[in-house]
């Protein structure tokens, strides 16, 4: 027998360590096809051999590892016999090479996870990060490079959501020169289904057929998961076959077979073929099942001529599932898909032993445990290390600062991208497909669906600032936690559950593995100790270039439920209402809200101390008050205060009605901090004139209110301090600053040109 050289796994991500247990859990040398399979398996992006310890934080997660029964994704119950399921996916590698596919690709994805759990997908989020996208904030080249990137990513994402049938309604963008050499793509999707009619991934029944359906198989995307796996260097503009090729057309089809199939009751177990395509789908299902199956590769939709079974096997084109059906029913299904115009083949079946057989040209080429392939990777334990910059932000002071005035600082924060307005982009995705969306993306600090069949209405959120997890990755983990559930709260809904997306760069850097730790713990505490199960999530190492890693960036996809869609509140303030501020007593810490906040990082251009922490159970106080406040239309407004301080979320609420206010803010120790300090649990209300006693009748015990100020038609913005004017701006001037930052970047002439 030939000797497997070391280039012929090493080049695949594997170990020689993992090559020898691949070995010996054979008995033997693998085959090309099944060392091709153990390496996309075994990578990072399948196995989470990097990941698994620290995943066990959360309870869900730790059921997830072991087997019970969460599969694609989570479900979440919310009354009238339906069910939730939603999940996070990253997609970042790919759109760094090829931004248009990555992103529409991604997109693609995260709708069949869904799809597979039975579940409609009712609503697309995302959560994007980009390097400099404004002429001299990086080089010329990378800030045309960023350019380009964000224009495709954006048209990759609208591209396939509007032509699927699925509206986006959610999302957030942040640049930063720490994503220049590697954006950040995640995608996030939501569906509905009877909970009575969630479907399993686990194959049962020997004998039963195993079906193909979908698109057919070409050779994109082969070893997709091994690339995402991998730090991006100068050889990843050669990896492009690595990217998957998208066709939402198709992949409307394949929403509607699907759901007619299952609906005969003749499906026993389906599931997407992701990452690793049909390597994925036969090993996992097997071993969920602890059953076998035997594929014919023969019989397998293929592109072209001539494609082996290593081609076969590890494609990740899209459109694809894998199904098992109950016997003698397979006719049915393959009757639906053909009437949409899908393959449906009958490919293999079950078998009761627990290896998979894969033939190609009646040639056994894999012949494995499939469990070998889903549980035998070996995890990894990685060294944490406490990085200097963790220890010199906790010292850092912001006494002598010098200070631009409060109206210099309040328009170079709103004409910041990361905090102006996202409008250009979402103004791209079509929101209102389906025509369930009751709050679009920019009219509240979440969006509502409102799903048929029921007078609930879903607050969906993805959100996560990753500047505070660099600086204290633990506390960053539970303000996203917070401000996500916050952000849900503000439109009336009760925070319900959480899936996340957690984007880190090489985890064999002790520094880098302490922040993941650090930060998922974070986390775990806050969904904890807010009763918030994280139902599902993903992880993404690897992220980083020549330009250095990113910014450790975990995302938190936040679900509420409002038992009434309709009593839904956005952000903006009425020409009569009064403003109030609900927040939860705290100590201002020596960094007084500024250490690495926006104010420093935008205004004065510098990122250095510590975020501000959360106090856990005010924040379920806070969110219990906002839902009982919407809930008796008490308040008719609500924006969480995050990025930028009490001064910028005031101008956002200001901006959307295009109208004038006064406000008297609270003295926090200096100017600063009392108007760009960024205190959690601090959340500005709009209610009708006279009614201050209705709003403090509905508070929690521990929550303060208080009148701060007015909303009018004078068409000025005026904040003042200690009776002092601080802030003295015409509306007009604070809207054009938020709204022209992005497409002025976007448009302008290219650097260097």
């Excluded at 050889?235 to 690595?242: F, I, L, M, T």
């Excluded at 996560?464 to 997890?469: D, I, K, L, P, Q």
């Excluded at 904890?528 to 199960?533: F, G, Q, R, S, V």
């Excluded at 679900?559 to 009593?567: K, Q």
């Amino acid at each position: 027998m030939v000797k497997t050289p070391p280039e012929a796994y090493l080049s695949k991500g594997l170990s020689h360590e993992e090559f020898d247990e691949i070995c010996r859990l054979l008995g033997r040398e693998p085959s090309p096809t099944e060392l091709g399979m153990f390496s996309v398996q075994w990578s990072e992006h399948c196995s989470y051999k990097r990941s698994r310890a620290v995943l066990s934080y959360f309870s869900q997660y730790k059921k997830a590892i072991e087997g019970e029964g969460l599969e694609n994704a989570g479900v979440v119950p919310i009354g009238d016999g339906l069910g939730v399921v939603m999940k996070v996916e990253s997609h970042n590698h790919p759109s760094a090479v090829e931004p248009y596919q990555g992103a529409a690709t991604g997109v693609g994805g995260i709708i069949r996870d869904i799809l597979t759990m039975g579940a409609r997908p009712i609503a697309l989020l995302n959560s994007l990060r980009f390097g400099p996208i404004r002429k001299g904030e990086a080089s010329d080249e990378v800030v045309r490079r960023n350019r380009y990137l964000f224009d495709h990513v954006v048209a990759g994402i609208a591209g396939y959501g509007n032509c699927v049938g699925v509206p986006t309604v959610a999302g957030e963008v942040v640049f930063h020169p720490r994503y220049g050499g590697n954006p950040l793509v995640n995608a996030m999707c939501v569906g509905i289904v009877a909970l009575e009619s969630v479907t399993t991934a686990a194959a049962a029944g020997p004998g039963n057929p195993v079906l193909y359906l979908g698109s057919s198989t070409g050779r994109d995307g082969i070893h997709g998961a091994s690339f995402a796996s991998e730090t991006l260097d100068e050889d990843s503009e050669a990896k492009r076959p690595n990217v998957q090729i998208g066709d939402p057309f198709a992949g409307k089809l394949l929403i509607e077979a699907t759901l007619e199939a299952l609906a005969t009751g003749a499906i026993q177990s389906i599931q997407d073929m992701g990452a690793a395509g049909l390597t994925c789908s036969t090993t996992e299902m097997s071993a969920k099942g602890s059953v076998g199956m035997e594929i014919d590769l023969d019989r397998v939709p293929a592109r072209e001529p001539g494609m082996s079974a290593y081609d076969l096997m590890l494609s990740e084109s899209q459109e694809r599932m894998l199904c098992v059906t109950h016997p003698g029913r397979e006719g049915e299904v393959i009757e639906i898909f053909e009437k949409w115009g899908l393959h449906a083949r009958v490919v293999g079946e079950v078998t009761a032993g627990p290896r998979l057989v894969v033939t190609r040209f009646s040639r056994k080429e894999v012949d494995v445990e499939s469990k070998a392939m889903t549980d035998g990777c070996p995890v990894q334990n990685l060294a944490i290390e406490e990085p200097e910059y963790y220890r010199r932000a906790t010292a850092f002071s912001i006494d002598g600062l010098d200070h631009p005035g409060a109206n210099d600082s309040l328009l170079r924060l709103l004409a910041a991208p990361s905090l102006a307005s996202k409008r250009w982009v979402f103004e791209q995705f079509d929101q209102q497909v389906q025509t369930q969306t009751a709050l679009v993306a920019g009219a509240g600090d979440a969006a509502v669906i409102a799903p048929r069949g029921t007078r609930r209405g879903l607050a969906l959120k993805i959100d996560g600032n990753a500047r505070y997890v660099y600086f204290d990755p633990y506390v960053g983990g539970l303000l996203a936690v917070c401000e996500a559930a916050r952000n849900v709260a503000c439109v009336g809904a009760r925070p319900t559950a959480l899936t996340d997306g957690l984007n880190y760069g090489d985890p064999t850097r002790p520094h880098v593995y302490w922040q993941f730790e650090r930060s998922v713990r974070g986390l775990a505490d806050a969904a904890e100790a807010l009763a918030l199960p994280v139902v599902s999530g993903n992880v993404s190492f690897f992220n980083e270039s020549e330009l250095g890693e990113i910014l450790p960036t975990p995302m938190v996809g936040m679900l509420g439920v409002l038992e009434e869609a309709e009593r839904r509140v956005g952000s903006s303030l009425g020409p009569d209402m009064e403003i109030g501020v609900l927040e939860y007593p705290r100590t201002v810490g020596p960094q007084r809200g500024l250490g690495a906040g926006s104010y420093l990082a935008e205004v004065l251009g510098i990122e250095d101390g510590r975020p501000e922490a959360p106090d856990l159970p005010g924040e379920k106080r806070l969110a219990e008050s906002l839902v009982a406040l919407v809930a008796a239309g008490t308040i008719l407004a609500a924006h969480d205060v995050s990025d930028g301080g009490l001064a910028t979320c005031l101008a956002e609420m200001a901006i959307g009605a295009g109208i004038g206010l006064e406000a008297e803010v609270v003295s926090r120790g200096c100017v600063e901090s009392s108007l760009f300090g960024e205190f959690p649990g601090v959340v500005l209300v709009g209610y009708r004139r006279g009614e201050e006693s209705r709003v403090r009748s509905s508070l929690a015990p521990g929550i303060d209110f208080r009148r701060i100020g007015s909303a009018n038609g004078s068409g000025v913005f005026r904040i003042t301090e200690n009776g002092t004017t601080r802030v003295d701006l015409r509306v007009s001037k604070l809207v054009e600053a938020w709204t022209r930052a992005i497409p002025d970047a976007i448009l302008a002439e290219s650097p260097g040109a």
